[in-house]
């Protein structure tokens, strides 16, 4: 299983930004639960959203909650992060994470309910 990360950037607080998650062909990504975590530089990794595998139920940490939104398009195998209201405390590397076993449930907030994660995508939000 190969999960990619990208979308990250540069932007300024107040702004928005997309971030994509892309599992390979090799999983069917619609069978699983899939989260966002966040880890900035000397702090801990740390739960953002999560979304059970069909989309149906999401989950968000309170640092987040009403201005992000997690999403899935398992024809895609694709899952998304709309971030808006970006603030510098978002300032982050972004992981995408899915869950190893199959199940209907949101998958978790901790790191170790994921066994599969991404690469990271650095979003940074001046002030």
């Known amino acids: 299983v190969q999960l990619q990360a990208f979308g990250g950037g540069l932007v300024q607080a107040g702004g928005s930004l997309r971030l994509s998650c892309a599992a390979s062909?090799?999983?069917?990504?619609?069978?699983?639960?899939m989260g966002w975590f966040r880890q900035a530089p000397g702090k801990e990794r740390e739960f953002v959203a999560q979304?059970?595998?069909?989309?149906?139920?999401?989950s968000y940490s309170d640092s987040v909650k009403g201005r992000f939104s997690i999403a899935r398009d398992n024809a895609k195998n694709t899952m998304y992060l709309q971030m808006i209201n970006l603030k510098p405390d978002d300032t982050a590397a972004y992981y995408c994470?899915?869950?190893?076993?199959?199940?209907?449930?949101?998958?978790?907030?901790?790191?170790?309910?994921?066994?599969?994660w991404g690469q990271g995508t650095l979003v940074t939000v001046s002030s």
């Open positions: 979304i059970s595998r069909t989309g149906g139920t999401t």
């Open positions: 994470a899915q869950k190893g076993v199959r199940s209907a449930l949101l998958p978790g907030t901790r790191v170790s309910d994921y066994a599969y």
């Open positions: 062909k090799d999983i069917d990504m619609k069978n699983y639960g």
